[in-house]
Nanobody
Framework: QVQLVESGGGLVQPGGSLRLACAASGFTFSSYAMSWYRQAPGEERELVATLTGTGGSIKYADSVKGRFIISRDNAKSTLYLQMNSLKPEDTAVYYC??????????????WGQGTQVTISS
C-alpha cells in the first residue's frame, strides 16, 4: 500500500524558512519521480517542484526558483522541500505526490494528505 505522509508545515513570517518532509512507503522509492504540489484557497492546484527517481533531473515552478530546493534521500525513502525567503503568496496546502514512473509526470498517481503552510506577519 502506497503511503505518503507530509510533515513540517506551520506558520512562518515573511522571509522565513521551512522544510517539508514526505515519508514514503509501499513502493520502491528510487524507481519513481516525486513532486510537490500546492493549492491556495480559490486557486488551482500548482506544481511546485519535481525530480526524477534518483534526483538527477529537477524542475521548479517559476514562482519558486531560487528560493525552494527539492531533494530526496532514497536510503530513507523521504522527499524534502526546503523553502526559503517565504512570501505570503506561498501560503497553501502542500502535497507530496508520486509519479507513476521514473520520470516527471503531469498526473501523479498517489497523493499525501497535505500540510498547511501559512506565511503571515
Amino acid at each position: 500500500q502506497v503511503q505518503l505522509v507530509e510533515s513540517g508545515g506551520g506558520l512562518v513570517q515573511p522571509g522565513g524558512s521551512l522544510r517539508l518532509a514526505c515519508a514514503a512507503s509501499g513502493f520502491t522509492f528510487s524507481s519513481y519521480a516525486m513532486s510537490w504540489y500546492r493549492q491556495a484557497p480559490g486557486e488551482e492546484r500548482e506544481l511546485v517542484a519535481t525530480l526524477t527517481g534518483t534526483g538527477g533531473s529537477i524542475k521548479y515552478a517559476d514562482s519558486v526558483k531560487g528560493r525552494f530546493i527539492i531533494s530526496r534521500d532514497n536510503a530513507k525513502s523521504t522527499l524534502y522541500l526546503q523553502m526559503n525567503s517565504l512570501k505570503p503568496e506561498d501560503t497553501a496546502v502542500y502535497y507530496c505526490t508520486k509519479c507513476p514512473n521514473f520520470f516527471w509526470c503531469r498526473r501523479p498517481d498517489y497523493w499525501g494528505q497535505g500540510t498547511q503552510v501559512t506565511i503571515s506577519s
